[in-house]
């Protein structure tokens, strides 16, 4: 792990640990919060301090350093809370008038939506493999979405009945080779991104939105999220990705969830393959995933002598829906509430 990854980690940390520390009601609330944080044995810090292990030599004493820092700033977010906890807010003329314990008006608050809950629960699986969260527009060029991920200028994946490409100043289609843009069709735009700014070894996800004109049905929308997956570093290969993809189904499924992979073809993976996984008596596609190309591993700089790695995408609302058994993607995007309120 580079130095400013474990730096990110830590300082994310201490942000979500204020805010739960802070969100706890009761003491009993921020105790739980205070060990899912500071445990001993299981703690995020305790978990995040285990990757120290894996900074280079050099980076050690300021990550160290900064870990210390971290875990003061933690713990001082703790005491803050208990001591508010304990002192509560101050007490008004009207507070005394008021009797707690009668039932007030029944609330009606909202909640996350499925598929936000299936985003938070797919990082938080990923984020424990170590893979942090990496982000990327959804107005994409060609180079990104396309050129970039070996996808050839007459690759029939440019077709514009296939793309939300943007009009140009001059309104008019955008010529080939102007690197037009377009709204991504896929996450996969985020390796590029990522791969541009930083030198191996990488290990991310990213989770967004993708557009494609597809009339919608049943199993079809528009617009719909995707689960990208990266890892590049020395020596990585197909064995590494059906492990992780194991882990993950297996993580997010909750049992030992037998998992293979059909040959398969990306322009941007060498060999390429479709996962699946077996769940509920029947074999579910997974996703794309394969070993990545040397072409894209050239494209942002990489010399495909020393690294690889691989890298795998998937459909976000498919195992949403698999997951809650919903048979049509309309209703993920209707805003029925007869619907969400069942999350
Ligand atoms: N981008 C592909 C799609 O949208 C999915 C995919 C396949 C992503 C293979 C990958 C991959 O990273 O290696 O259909």
Same mark, same amino acid.
């Given at each position: 792990?580079?130095?400013?990854?474990?730096?990110?980690?830590?300082?994310?940390?201490?942000?979500?640990?204020?805010?739960?520390?802070?969100?706890?009601?009761?003491?009993?609330?921020?105790?739980?919060?205070?060990?899912?944080? *500071?445990?001993?044995?299981? &703690? %995020? !810090?305790?978990?995040?301090?285990?990757?120290?292990?894996? =900074? /280079?030599? #050099?980076?050690?004493?300021?990550?160290?350093?900064?870990?210390?820092?971290?875990?003061?700033?933690?713990?001082?977010?703790?005491?803050?809370?208990?001591?508010?906890?304990?002192?509560?807010?101050?007490?008004?003329?009207?507070?005394?008038?008021?009797?707690?314990?009668?039932?007030?008006?029944?609330?009606?608050?909202?909640?996350?939506?499925?598929?936000?809950?299936?985003?938070?629960? *797919?990082?938080?699986?990923? &984020? %424990? !493999?170590?893979?942090?969260?990496?982000?990327?527009?959804? =107005? /994409?060029? #060609?180079?990104?979405?396309?050129?970039?991920?070996?996808?050839?200028?007459?690759?029939?994946?440019?077709?514009?009945?296939?793309?939300?490409?943007?009009?140009?100043?001059?309104?008019?289609?955008?010529?080939?080779?102007?690197?037009?843009?377009?709204?991504?069709?896929?996450?996969?735009?985020?390796?590029?991104?990522?791969?541009?700014?930083?030198?191996?070894?990488?290990?991310?996800?990213?989770?967004?939105?993708?557009? %494609?004109?597809?009339?919608?049905?049943?199993?079809?929308?528009?617009?719909?999220?995707?689960?990208?997956?990266?890892?590049?570093?020395?020596?990585?290969?197909?064995?590494?990705?059906?492990?992780?993809?194991k882990?993950?189904a297996t993580?997010?499924?909750?049992?030992e969830v037998p998992v293979r992979?059909?040959?398969?073809?990306?322009?941007?993976?060498?060999?390429?393959?479709?996962?699946d996984y077996y769940w509920?008596?029947?074999w579910?596609?997974?996703?794309?995933?394969?070993?990545?190309?040397?072409?894209?591993?050239?494209?942002?700089?990489?010399?495909?002598?020393?690294?690889?790695?691989?890298?795998?995408?998937?459909?976000?609302?498919?195992?949403?829906?698999?997951?809650?058994?919903?048979?049509?993607?309309?209703?993920?995007?209707?805003?029925?509430?007869?619907?969400?309120?069942?999350?």
């Open positions: 792990m580079s130095l400013q990854q474990f730096i990110e980690q830590l300082d994310e940390l201490a942000q979500s640990a204020r805010q739960s520390f802070m969100g706890a009601g009761d003491s009993e609330e921020l105790e739980s919060a205070r060990v899912e944080y *500071l445990g001993a044995k299981n &703690g %995020r !810090l305790k978990t995040v301090q285990k990757q120290l292990g894996s =900074i /280079e030599r #050099d980076d050690k004493p300021l990550a160290g350093k900064k870990l210390n820092e971290v875990k003061q700033e933690i713990q001082s977010s703790f005491d803050e809370a208990s001591e508010r906890l304990v002192s509560g807010p101050a007490r008004t003329e009207r507070d005394l008038r008021i009797d707690a314990t009668l039932p007030g008006p029944s609330q009606n608050i909202g909640r996350l939506h499925p598929i936000t809950q299936t985003i938070d629960e *797919l990082r938080d699986i990923m &984020g %424990r !493999l170590g893979f942090s969260p990496a982000e990327g527009p959804e =107005i /994409e060029d #060609d180079w990104h979405n396309f050129k970039a991920l070996n996808i050839p200028d007459i690759h029939p994946a440019r077709d514009p009945l296939d793309n939300f490409y943007l009009a140009t100043a001059k309104n008019t289609a955008p010529a080939l080779g102007d690197n037009p843009l377009l709204m991504r069709t896929q996450t996969s735009t985020v390796q590029i991104r990522v791969m541009e700014k930083r030198q191996p070894p990488i290990r991310i996800i990213s989770l967004g939105r993708v557009y %494609r004109p597809d009339t919608a049905d049943a199993t079809h929308f528009p617009m719909f999220h995707q689960m990208e997956g990266l890892m590049v570093d020395r020596g990585v290969n197909l064995s590494d990705l059906k492990t992780v993809i882990l993950f993580s997010y499924l909750g049992d992979v059909r040959p398969s073809f990306f322009p941007f993976t060498e060999p390429s393959v479709e996962a509920n008596g029947k579910v596609e997974f996703g794309g995933a394969g070993v990545v190309d040397p072409n894209v591993l050239a494209a942002v700089g990489y010399d495909p002598d020393e690294v690889s790695g691989f890298a795998f995408g998937l459909g976000v609302e498919r195992l949403c829906m698999i997951r809650y058994q919903i048979t049509d993607i309309r209703y993920l995007y209707t805003n029925d509430v007869r619907f969400l309120r069942q999350f």
